[in-house]
């Protein structure tokens, strides 16, 4: 079993989805069904002819239901057994991916408005009449458990001095921040289908500084600075 994205976060009042395709390793056909779980559905039937045969692979997406997920952080499954004649869960023949392709997701607290925010995903810039408001980059910020500071960014021009952002910032649907010690990084917003948030992946954080000739330094190489704001 290989999963598309994985989904690192969750609010509990949103419900993700997620795809994983499945190959029949066997000679035997096999229609697959999820073994019970609260917060998993799934959302289309898995048929699969023998192995080396038209038909032999499925995608199967199911439906990940924040407010049934457990306190405790998801790192397996999801499991899909050989289905009985009713369409139930054999739970003798289990199957469920490796530790690579595995769900790994955390449960994370309920969002006022999560899904009106920031539907215009074409904007370029400060996400002008996107519907993201101060106060909501600093919720996604803590959906995104980012620890950032206020108005601690290097400026191009002089590496004694800092910018005066006072918040994250969010550009083509990344979020670009700052924190302690000259710590910077971004963590690119997701969405479902619909063009609701349903969570964000860390992109980069490193510990940079900047040389006189105004490059900035990521882990040893050297880069041409461009700031997000």
Known sequence: MESGKNIPAIPENITATITYKIE??????????LYPTPDIVQTNTCRLAPKNSSGDSCSVTFKIIGSKLPIAEIHK???????????????NQCYQPDKNNSLSITKTKKLADWNNWGQNKQNSHHNINSGITKDNVKEIAELCKIDYTQGLAHT???????????KPVIVNDTIYWTGFAGVIGAHQIQRDGNGNFIGCNPLWVYLSEFDKNEKLIINGIYCQYTPPV
């Not at 499991?79 to 739970?91: K, M």
């Not at 191009?156 to 006072?166: E, Y």
């Open 24 to 33: 029949n390793k066997s000679r035997k056909p096999k229609v697959l069904a």
């Open 77 to 91: 499954g999801p499991i899909l057994c050989q289905a009985n004649s009713d369409g139930t869960a054999d739970p």
């Open 156 to 166: 191009p021009s002089n590496s004694s001095a800092f910018s005066n952002s006072d």
